[in-house]
């Protein structure tokens, strides 16, 4: 998969560059922040299919590097779902060809929605954006729906709204699944994000406190972590998978693994088994 950042896609210096253009793409915009079940049916549309000459579609996601909500500190997003590095294997592994990644800043905060439709068409020969009914953009995201279908009227480029997803007669959202995991409900957010939720310890202090045993500040930890409690765990490392608890008290949680490893990150709720730890799979 080849990633962009913002930046870069702006000035045409990606790994594949003046080849983006050259092929047909179907693109969907996002924060995609845990890859639930209502993000997938978006990159579904997108993937997978062929271009009017019989070449393969590109698809493309254009995202954020951490939700904006994130950047600004609102109290509805706590934390991540995913790091970045985990997000760029999931959307390779669902078969995005290209993700151009957005660092959020006023610049892009007072950028109109047309402005930032017609930098995207100016860079890509985009068949289909797909999104979802709910879909907001451009400055205050005072753009919608039918603002995009509009820009596109009389164009070359159609959009498919993708009605959201369900889950036990609920819309599937970011929020419920980060609210799910704040109050222990793993086994329903790894429902709804189709695999267990797990959290990377790249880059995360860690304090050894003895054979298999690792003590985190929960302010060091950059996703969301759960409520108050013990809960089983499986910890990757590049041998395998290492069965263990996690006990969550209010400032640190505490990771027991069953012997002593390296690990790279923990899964909660169910064992991963001898699942390795994945590599980034992407290029710059």
């Known amino acids: 998969m080849i990633v962009a950042t913002w930046e870069e896609f702006l000035a045409g210096r990606t790994v594949a560059g003046p080849a983006l253009r050259a092929r047909s793409a179907r693109l969907t915009i996002g924060v995609f922040d845990g890859l639930h079940l209502g993000h997938r049916r978006l990159i579904a549309a997108i993937t997978g299919t062929r271009g009017p000459d019989g070449g393969k579609r590109l698809a493309v996601v254009v995202t954020f590097r951490r939700p904006p909500g994130h950047v600004l500190g609102r109290a509805d997003v706590p934390g991540l779902l995913l790091s970045l590095p985990q997000k760029l294997h999931r959307l390779a592994a669902l078969g995005v060809g290209a993700a151009v990644l957005i660092d959020f800043s006023k610049e892009i905060s007072t950028l109109s929605g047309r402005d930032f439709i017609d930098l995207l ?67 329903e957010a790894a429902a709804m994000l189709e695999a267990p939720y797990e959290v990377d310890l790249a880059g995360v ?39 263990g608890t996690l006990e969550a008290a209010e400032e640190s949680v505490v990771v027991r693994l069953a012997r002593d490893a390296e690990i790279t990150a923990v899964a909660f709720g169910r064992d991963i088994g001898n699942e390795r730890s994945p590599r980034d799979g992407t290029d710059h």
């Open 121 to 187: 068409r100016g860079r890509l020969t985009i068949e289909r954006i797909v999104v979802g009914p709910n879909f907001r953009f451009g400055k205050n995201r005072d753009a919608d729906v039918r603002d995009l279908k509009a820009m596109l009227e009389g164009s070359s480029t159609s959009m498919q709204a993708i009605e959201p997803v369900r889950f036990d007669g609920e819309v599937v959202s970011s929020s419920r699944i980060r609210r799910l995991v704040r109050e222990g409900g793993l086994d």
């Open 205 to 243: 202090a860690v304090a050894r406190e003895g054979p298999g045993i690792l003590r985190l500040s929960r302010t060091e930890v950059p996703q969301v972590l759960p409520a108050a409690g013990s809960y089983a765990v499986t910890g990757r490392s590049p041998e395998g998978g290492v069965t």
